[in-house]
Protein backbone atom coordinates (compact mmCIF):
# COMPACT_ATOMS: atom_id res chain seq x y z
CA UNK A 1 0.00 0.00 0.00
CA UNK A 2 1.49 3.41 -0.71
CA UNK A 3 2.24 5.38 2.31
CA UNK A 4 0.52 9.06 3.06
CA UNK A 5 4.10 10.25 3.06
CA UNK A 6 7.72 8.57 3.69
CA UNK A 7 11.04 10.33 3.57
CA UNK A 8 13.84 7.92 3.21
CA UNK A 9 17.30 9.21 3.24
CA UNK A 10 19.61 6.91 0.95
CA UNK A 11 22.97 8.71 0.68
CA UNK A 12 24.45 11.48 2.96
CA UNK A 13 27.60 13.28 1.34
CA UNK A 14 28.76 16.12 4.32
CA UNK A 15 25.50 17.51 4.93
CA UNK A 16 24.29 16.68 1.42
CA UNK A 17 21.42 14.10 1.43
CA UNK A 18 19.76 12.31 -0.99
CA UNK A 19 16.14 10.40 -0.04
CA UNK A 20 12.89 9.95 -1.69
CA UNK A 21 9.64 11.19 -0.09
CA UNK A 22 6.97 8.37 -1.32
CA UNK A 23 3.14 9.79 -1.72
CA UNK A 24 0.23 8.12 -2.95
CA UNK A 25 0.17 10.17 -6.16
CA UNK A 26 4.68 9.15 -6.72
CA UNK A 27 7.49 9.77 -5.36
CA UNK A 28 9.96 12.67 -5.23
CA UNK A 29 13.64 12.53 -5.51
CA UNK A 30 15.61 14.68 -3.70
CA UNK A 31 17.24 16.92 -3.92
CA UNK A 32 14.18 18.34 -5.53
CA UNK A 33 13.42 21.31 -7.64
CA UNK A 34 9.68 22.48 -8.16
CA UNK A 35 8.35 24.25 -10.61
CA UNK A 36 5.88 26.78 -10.13
CA UNK A 37 2.85 26.63 -11.55
CA UNK A 38 0.91 29.73 -9.73
CA UNK A 39 -2.14 29.98 -11.60
CA UNK A 40 -2.99 25.45 -12.22
CA UNK A 41 -0.01 26.25 -14.89
CA UNK A 42 3.69 26.07 -15.35
CA UNK A 43 3.65 28.91 -17.62
CA UNK A 44 4.56 28.53 -21.47
CA UNK A 45 4.82 24.12 -20.93
CA UNK A 46 2.34 21.54 -21.16
CA UNK A 47 2.54 19.26 -17.97
CA UNK A 48 3.60 16.14 -19.96
CA UNK A 49 6.48 18.77 -21.04
CA UNK A 50 7.27 19.43 -17.08
CA UNK A 51 7.27 15.84 -16.51
CA UNK A 52 9.64 15.24 -19.53
CA UNK A 53 11.62 18.21 -17.95
CA UNK A 54 12.60 15.76 -14.92
CA UNK A 55 9.75 16.91 -12.27
CA UNK A 56 8.06 14.90 -9.62
CA UNK A 57 6.19 17.56 -8.34
CA UNK A 58 5.19 20.95 -8.82
CA UNK A 59 3.85 23.89 -6.67
CA UNK A 60 0.22 26.00 -6.88
CA UNK A 61 0.07 29.04 -5.25
CA UNK A 62 -3.31 29.03 -2.90
CA UNK A 63 -4.06 32.94 -2.63
CA UNK A 64 -3.99 33.20 -6.60
CA UNK A 65 -6.01 29.55 -7.27
CA UNK A 66 -8.44 30.98 -4.26
CA UNK A 67 -9.07 34.33 -6.62
CA UNK A 68 -9.06 32.79 -9.90
CA UNK A 69 -10.77 30.26 -10.95
CA UNK A 70 -11.16 29.54 -6.71
CA UNK A 71 -10.83 26.64 -4.74
CA UNK A 72 -14.80 25.76 -4.28
CA UNK A 73 -15.04 25.64 -8.55
CA UNK A 74 -11.57 23.95 -8.53
CA UNK A 75 -13.06 21.17 -6.63
CA UNK A 76 -16.34 20.83 -7.92
CA UNK A 77 -14.23 19.88 -11.68
CA UNK A 78 -12.61 17.38 -9.74
CA UNK A 79 -9.43 18.79 -7.95
CA UNK A 80 -6.38 20.58 -9.13
CA UNK A 81 -4.55 17.78 -10.41
CA UNK A 82 -7.91 16.55 -12.50
CA UNK A 83 -8.16 20.53 -13.69
CA UNK A 84 -4.95 20.93 -14.71
CA UNK A 85 -3.91 17.11 -15.80
CA UNK A 86 -0.95 16.64 -13.81
CA UNK A 87 -1.47 13.16 -11.81
CA UNK A 88 1.69 13.55 -9.85
CA UNK A 89 2.48 15.14 -6.51
CA UNK A 90 1.71 19.30 -5.96
CA UNK A 91 2.59 20.76 -3.05
CA UNK A 92 0.62 24.68 -2.50
CA UNK A 93 1.97 27.11 -0.55
CA UNK A 94 -0.11 28.70 2.13
CA UNK A 95 -0.71 32.09 0.49
CA UNK A 96 1.19 34.26 3.23
CA UNK A 97 3.96 35.26 1.19
CA UNK A 98 1.90 36.84 -1.49
CA UNK A 99 -0.61 38.29 1.33
CA UNK A 100 3.45 39.77 2.39
CA UNK A 101 3.59 41.04 -0.69
CA UNK A 102 0.47 43.29 -0.59
CA UNK A 103 1.33 45.61 1.80
CA UNK A 104 -0.36 48.53 0.52
CA UNK A 105 -3.68 46.26 0.34
CA UNK A 106 -4.06 44.19 3.83
CA UNK A 107 -4.29 44.53 7.19
CA UNK A 108 -2.89 41.35 9.63
CA UNK A 109 -4.96 40.75 13.24
CA UNK A 110 -4.47 37.62 15.13
CA UNK A 111 -7.13 35.99 13.40
CA UNK A 112 -5.37 36.55 9.88
CA UNK A 113 -5.19 38.86 7.06
CA UNK A 114 -8.06 40.80 5.47
CA UNK A 115 -6.60 42.10 2.16
CA UNK A 116 -7.74 42.99 -1.24
CA UNK A 117 -7.84 41.23 -4.30
CA UNK A 118 -5.17 42.50 -6.96
CA UNK A 119 -8.05 41.73 -9.71
CA UNK A 120 -11.06 43.19 -9.22
CA UNK A 121 -10.67 45.11 -5.36
CA UNK A 122 -13.29 42.48 -3.49
CA UNK A 123 -11.99 42.25 0.32
CA UNK A 124 -11.19 38.71 1.83
CA UNK A 125 -9.92 37.33 5.02
CA UNK A 126 -7.24 34.63 5.13
CA UNK A 127 -6.85 33.04 8.33
CA UNK A 128 -5.28 29.35 8.89
CA UNK A 129 -8.14 27.65 9.04
CA UNK A 130 -9.21 29.31 5.80
CA UNK A 131 -5.99 28.26 4.18
CA UNK A 132 -5.78 24.80 5.35
CA UNK A 133 -9.79 24.76 3.68
CA UNK A 134 -8.70 25.66 0.31
CA UNK A 135 -5.43 23.60 0.01
CA UNK A 136 -8.16 20.93 0.88
CA UNK A 137 -10.07 21.37 -1.75
CA UNK A 138 -7.54 21.86 -4.52
CA UNK A 139 -6.36 18.15 -3.60
CA UNK A 140 -3.09 19.22 -2.38
CA UNK A 141 -0.30 15.89 -1.80
CA UNK A 142 2.15 18.55 0.34
CA UNK A 143 -0.20 21.57 2.01
CA UNK A 144 1.75 24.75 4.12
CA UNK A 145 0.99 25.89 7.28
CA UNK A 146 -0.15 29.57 7.34
CA UNK A 147 2.49 31.70 8.74
CA UNK A 148 3.19 35.70 7.38
CA UNK A 149 7.22 36.56 6.01
CA UNK A 150 8.47 39.85 6.94
CA UNK A 151 10.97 41.75 5.20
CA UNK A 152 14.72 40.16 6.80
CA UNK A 153 15.90 43.46 7.94
CA UNK A 154 12.44 43.98 9.41
CA UNK A 155 13.40 45.22 13.07
CA UNK A 156 13.90 42.78 15.43
CA UNK A 157 10.79 43.23 17.20
CA UNK A 158 8.96 43.30 14.84
CA UNK A 159 10.10 39.86 13.16
CA UNK A 160 9.57 38.59 16.79
CA UNK A 161 6.21 39.62 17.05
CA UNK A 162 5.95 38.35 13.77
CA UNK A 163 7.39 34.57 14.18
CA UNK A 164 5.58 34.19 17.76
CA UNK A 165 2.39 34.60 15.31
CA UNK A 166 3.27 32.59 13.19
CA UNK A 167 3.94 30.04 15.29
CA UNK A 168 0.29 30.46 16.77
CA UNK A 169 -0.94 30.25 13.47
CA UNK A 170 1.37 27.07 12.70
CA UNK A 171 -0.94 25.28 15.73
CA UNK A 172 -4.20 26.33 14.50
CA UNK A 173 -3.19 25.13 10.90
CA UNK A 174 -1.98 21.42 12.19
CA UNK A 175 -5.59 21.34 14.05
CA UNK A 176 -7.81 22.89 10.61
CA UNK A 177 -5.23 20.11 8.89
CA UNK A 178 -6.31 17.63 11.21
CA UNK A 179 -10.23 18.18 11.21
CA UNK A 180 -10.55 17.79 7.37
CA UNK A 181 -9.87 14.09 8.43
CA UNK A 182 -10.32 12.51 4.46
CA UNK A 183 -7.58 14.52 3.10
CA UNK A 184 -5.35 14.56 5.79
CA UNK A 185 -4.94 10.96 5.39
CA UNK A 186 -3.70 11.14 1.99
CA UNK A 187 -1.47 14.49 2.29
CA UNK A 188 1.00 16.17 4.24
CA UNK A 189 1.58 18.76 6.28
CA UNK A 190 4.66 21.28 6.52
CA UNK A 191 5.42 23.40 9.37
CA UNK A 192 7.50 26.88 8.34
CA UNK A 193 10.42 28.09 10.32
CA UNK A 194 10.81 31.80 10.11
CA UNK A 195 13.27 34.43 11.97
CA UNK A 196 15.16 35.83 9.52
CA UNK A 197 18.52 36.08 10.34
CA UNK A 198 18.46 36.05 13.85
CA UNK A 199 19.75 32.60 15.21
CA UNK A 200 18.19 32.99 18.24
CA UNK A 201 14.36 33.43 16.52
CA UNK A 202 14.91 30.26 13.98
CA UNK A 203 15.63 28.37 16.71
CA UNK A 204 12.70 29.45 19.02
CA UNK A 205 10.69 28.94 15.71
CA UNK A 206 12.14 25.67 14.98
CA UNK A 207 11.60 24.14 18.87
CA UNK A 208 7.41 25.50 18.62
CA UNK A 209 7.32 23.63 15.38
CA UNK A 210 8.74 20.25 16.77
CA UNK A 211 6.29 20.79 19.47
CA UNK A 212 3.21 20.65 17.14
CA UNK A 213 4.56 18.37 14.57
CA UNK A 214 5.03 18.11 10.92
CA UNK A 215 5.41 16.04 8.00
CA UNK A 216 8.51 18.15 6.50
CA UNK A 217 9.57 21.58 7.76
CA UNK A 218 10.41 24.49 5.76
CA UNK A 219 12.74 27.57 6.23
CA UNK A 220 10.79 30.55 5.21
CA UNK A 221 12.01 34.19 5.44
CA UNK A 222 14.86 33.70 2.99
CA UNK A 223 15.38 35.08 -0.74
CA UNK A 224 13.68 38.33 0.22
CA UNK A 225 16.38 40.70 -0.76
CA UNK A 226 18.76 39.64 2.13
CA UNK A 227 21.27 38.37 -0.31
CA UNK A 228 23.23 35.18 -0.53
CA UNK A 229 25.80 35.79 1.42
CA UNK A 230 23.32 36.32 4.51
CA UNK A 231 20.53 33.44 3.17
CA UNK A 232 23.96 31.07 2.92
CA UNK A 233 24.67 32.47 7.05
CA UNK A 234 21.15 31.57 7.70
CA UNK A 235 21.46 28.32 6.14
CA UNK A 236 24.65 27.63 8.16
CA UNK A 237 22.70 26.91 10.90
CA UNK A 238 18.72 26.63 10.47
CA UNK A 239 18.72 23.26 8.93
CA UNK A 240 20.56 21.73 11.62
CA UNK A 241 17.59 22.95 14.08
CA UNK A 242 15.27 20.73 12.44
CA UNK A 243 14.62 17.08 12.20
CA UNK A 244 17.38 14.93 10.34
CA UNK A 245 14.37 12.68 9.24
CA UNK A 246 12.20 14.93 7.84
CA UNK A 247 12.43 16.91 4.34
CA UNK A 248 13.68 20.45 4.92
CA UNK A 249 12.22 22.40 2.04
CA UNK A 250 13.65 26.16 1.22
CA UNK A 251 10.99 28.33 0.05
CA UNK A 252 11.35 30.17 -3.16
CA UNK A 253 15.28 29.90 -3.79
CA UNK A 254 16.77 30.58 -6.45
CA UNK A 255 19.54 30.51 -8.94
CA UNK A 256 21.68 27.38 -9.63
CA UNK A 257 24.23 28.22 -7.35
CA UNK A 258 22.20 28.90 -4.82
CA UNK A 259 20.81 25.41 -4.89
CA UNK A 260 24.26 24.06 -4.53
CA UNK A 261 24.84 25.91 -1.58
CA UNK A 262 22.06 24.97 0.05
CA UNK A 263 22.37 21.48 -1.13
CA UNK A 264 25.60 21.71 0.82
CA UNK A 265 24.28 23.12 4.24
CA UNK A 266 21.15 19.95 3.81
CA UNK A 267 18.71 21.67 2.26
CA UNK A 268 15.79 18.90 0.29
CA UNK A 269 13.38 20.48 -1.86
CA UNK A 270 13.24 23.87 -3.59
CA UNK A 271 10.97 25.95 -5.38
CA UNK A 272 11.29 29.45 -7.81
CA UNK A 273 10.19 31.24 -10.34
CA UNK A 274 13.32 32.26 -11.63
CA UNK A 275 13.68 29.23 -14.75
CA UNK A 276 10.16 30.03 -16.29
CA UNK A 277 10.16 33.81 -15.60
CA UNK A 278 13.85 33.88 -17.21
CA UNK A 279 12.92 32.12 -19.86
CA UNK A 280 10.07 34.17 -20.81
CA UNK A 281 12.03 37.19 -20.65
CA UNK A 282 15.25 35.68 -23.09
CA UNK A 283 17.57 34.22 -20.09
CA UNK A 284 18.59 31.23 -20.38
CA UNK A 285 20.33 28.36 -17.74
CA UNK A 286 23.32 26.50 -18.79
CA UNK A 287 26.45 24.96 -17.13
CA UNK A 288 28.61 27.55 -18.24
CA UNK A 289 26.39 30.28 -16.81
CA UNK A 290 23.57 32.43 -17.91
CA UNK A 291 23.22 33.16 -21.29
CA UNK A 292 20.73 36.34 -22.38
CA UNK A 293 20.02 34.80 -25.73
CA UNK A 294 18.76 38.88 -26.83
CA UNK A 295 22.48 40.17 -27.05
CA UNK A 296 23.20 40.63 -30.63
CA UNK A 297 26.52 38.35 -30.59
CA UNK A 298 23.31 35.90 -31.02
CA UNK A 299 21.68 36.85 -34.16
CA UNK A 300 23.83 34.69 -36.38
CA UNK A 301 25.45 32.02 -33.97
CA UNK A 302 24.55 28.80 -35.70
CA UNK A 303 25.19 26.22 -32.47
CA UNK A 304 23.14 25.40 -30.13
CA UNK A 305 22.46 26.72 -26.56
CA UNK A 306 23.78 24.35 -24.80
CA UNK A 307 25.53 21.07 -27.32
CA UNK A 308 24.73 18.71 -24.05
CA UNK A 309 21.28 19.74 -23.26
CA UNK A 310 18.81 17.06 -24.90
CA UNK A 311 15.51 19.97 -24.46
CA UNK A 312 14.19 20.39 -27.75
CA UNK A 313 15.44 23.70 -28.22
CA UNK A 314 19.13 22.53 -27.81
CA UNK A 315 18.23 19.41 -29.96
CA UNK A 316 16.75 21.40 -32.69
CA UNK A 317 17.23 24.97 -32.85
CA UNK A 318 20.21 27.27 -32.87
CA UNK A 319 21.15 30.18 -30.76
CA UNK A 320 20.33 32.65 -34.46
CA UNK A 321 16.82 31.23 -34.17
CA UNK A 322 16.25 31.27 -30.38
CA UNK A 323 17.37 35.32 -30.66
CA UNK A 324 15.23 35.75 -33.29
CA UNK A 325 12.16 34.64 -31.44
CA UNK A 326 12.80 36.53 -28.22
CA UNK A 327 13.77 39.85 -30.36
CA UNK A 328 10.27 39.39 -32.15
CA UNK A 329 8.10 38.39 -29.38
CA UNK A 330 7.15 35.27 -30.25
CA UNK A 331 5.54 32.72 -28.04
CA UNK A 332 7.20 30.16 -29.59
CA UNK A 333 10.69 31.70 -27.95
CA UNK A 334 9.29 31.58 -24.63
CA UNK A 335 8.29 28.35 -24.84
CA UNK A 336 11.54 26.99 -25.77
CA UNK A 337 14.03 28.55 -23.56
CA UNK A 338 11.34 27.35 -20.34
CA UNK A 339 11.70 24.41 -21.96
CA UNK A 340 15.25 24.43 -21.59
CA UNK A 341 15.70 26.19 -18.38
CA UNK A 342 13.71 23.70 -16.77
CA UNK A 343 15.54 20.80 -18.15
CA UNK A 344 18.65 22.44 -17.21
CA UNK A 345 17.22 22.98 -13.85
CA UNK A 346 16.16 19.69 -13.21
CA UNK A 347 19.57 18.15 -14.65
CA UNK A 348 21.41 20.29 -11.84
CA UNK A 349 19.32 17.84 -9.71
CA UNK A 350 19.88 15.08 -11.12
CA UNK A 351 23.76 15.24 -11.04
CA UNK A 352 23.80 16.56 -7.15
CA UNK A 353 21.75 13.55 -6.30
CA UNK A 354 24.28 11.00 -8.24
CA UNK A 355 27.07 13.21 -6.88
CA UNK A 356 25.67 12.52 -3.13
CA UNK A 357 25.26 8.78 -3.88
CA UNK A 358 28.57 8.59 -4.96
CA UNK A 359 30.20 10.29 -2.20
CA UNK A 360 31.61 12.85 -4.47
CA UNK A 361 29.65 15.86 -3.74
CA UNK A 362 32.42 18.38 -2.85
CA UNK A 363 34.37 18.18 -6.02
CA UNK A 364 31.07 17.84 -7.97
CA UNK A 365 30.31 21.74 -6.55
CA UNK A 366 33.43 22.85 -6.73
CA UNK A 367 34.10 22.39 -10.04
CA UNK A 368 30.28 23.14 -10.44
CA UNK A 369 31.21 26.88 -9.42
CA UNK A 370 34.06 26.94 -11.27
CA UNK A 371 32.59 26.66 -14.70
CA UNK A 372 29.00 27.88 -14.03
CA UNK A 373 30.45 31.30 -12.64
CA UNK A 374 33.64 31.51 -14.33
Same mark, same amino acid.
Given at each position: ?6 ? #? ?13 ? !? ?31 ? $? ?24 ? &? ?19 ? #? ?27 ? !? ?7 ? $?????? $? ?82 ? !? ?35 ? $? ?57 ? &? ?25 ? &? ?20
Amino acid at each position: MTPRFQF #SIHATDGKARTGTIA !MRRGEIRTPAFMPVGTAATVKAMKPEGVRASGA $DIILGNTYHLMLRPGAERVARLGGLH &KFMNWDRPILTDSGGYQVMSL #SELRKITEEGVTFASHIDGSRHLLTPERS !MEIQRLLGS $DIVMAF $DECPRADAPRDVIEKSMQMSMRWAQRSRAGFDAGEEHAERSALFGIQQGALVEALRRESADALQNVGFDGYAIGGLAVGEGQEA !MFGVLDFAPDMLPADRPRYLMGVGKPDDLVGAVERGI $DMFDCVLPTRSGRNGQAFTWDGAVNIRNARHAEDPVPLDESCPCDACRNYSRAYLHHLI &KAGEILGAMLLTEHNLTFYQGLMAGMR &KAIAEQRFASFARDFRARYLG
